[in-house]
T-cell receptor, first 114, second 111 residues
Framework: ETGVTQSPTHLIKTRGQQVTLRCSSQSGHNTVSWYQQALGQGPQFIFQYYREEENGRGNFPPRFSGLQFPNYSSELNVNALELDDSALYLC?????????????FGPGTRLTVL | RKEVEQDPGPFNVPEGATVAFNCTYSNSASQSFFWYRQDCRKEPKLLMSVYSSGNEDGRFTAQLNRASQYISLLIRDSKLSDSATYLCVVTDTGGGNKLTFGTGTQLKVEL
């Protein structure tokens, strides 16, 4: 186990609704990254949070937003859900440093948009 | 063109076989390189880092060719438990800010 937890594990929403996904990072980690993995694809980088600030963003529209809290846990919010938002949403925690540090993934939240 | 390209497979091989996966990346500024393993409906897990000098971890050997922007993974003496999707991953900064994944190559090891 990586020590990274995500909730909920599964979620079903309808088009136009809003959703909030949650992630608790591994103890001692100050950075959380979010990824979207559509069926049959590799994970795609959404954004990263470091010390409560957004620290890099992938090619996702503004309706994808996030937060990081003082305890380094994080939320991903998606507004105006579309069918194509159906995917596995993964968060990964790491300890930021000048060199690469491994990102540890949580088990993911599987979102279905009907 | 995708930033990281892999053959999606599936590769169906018998137990004990040697299998090789390849991956190409488009960003010559890419800094760090990895292979991740993802089991069905699970999260990706780091399998190994990849260096220009090549590195080996038991039955697994990874190699990077920066000039050709090409990464490989060799699995020797395949086990049933090696069945999974293998994801080629690159980062574009030394700090590992963003992981860019390939689509993954599915491996099925059969009796």
């Amino acid at each position: 186990e990586t020590g990274v937890t995500q909730s909920p594990t599964h979620l079903i929403k309808t088009r136009g609704q809003q959703v909030t996904l949650r992630c608790s990072s591994q103890s001692g980690h100050n950075t959380v990254s979010w990824y979207q993995q559509a069926l049959g694809q590799g994970p795609q980088f959404i954004f990263q949070y470091y010390r409560e600030e957004e620290n890099g963003r992938g090619n996702f529209p503004p309706r994808f937003s996030g937060l990081q809290f003082p305890n380094y846990s994080s939320e991903l919010n998606v507004n105006a859900l579309e069918l194509d938002d159906s995917a596995l949403y993964l968060c990964a925690s790491s300890l930021a440093s000048a060199s690469y540090n491994e990102q540890f993934f949580g088990p993911g939240t599987r979102l279905t948009v009907l | 063109r995708k930033e990281v390209e892999q053959d999606p497979g599936p590769f169906n091989v018998p137990e004990g076989a040697t299998v090789a996966f390849n991956c190409t990346y488009s960003n010559s500024a890419s800094q760090s390189f990895f292979w991740y393993r993802q089991d069905c409906r699970k999260e990706p897990k780091l399998l190994m880092s990849v260096y220009s000098s090549g590195n080996e971890d038991g039955r697994f050997t990874a190699q990077l060719n920066r000039a050709s922007q090409y990464i490989s993974l060799l699995i020797r003496d395949s086990k049933l438990s090696d069945s999974a999707t293998y994801l080629c991953v690159v980062t574009d900064t030394g700090g590992g800010n963003k992981l860019t994944f390939g689509t993954g190559t599915q491996l099925k090891v059969e009796l």
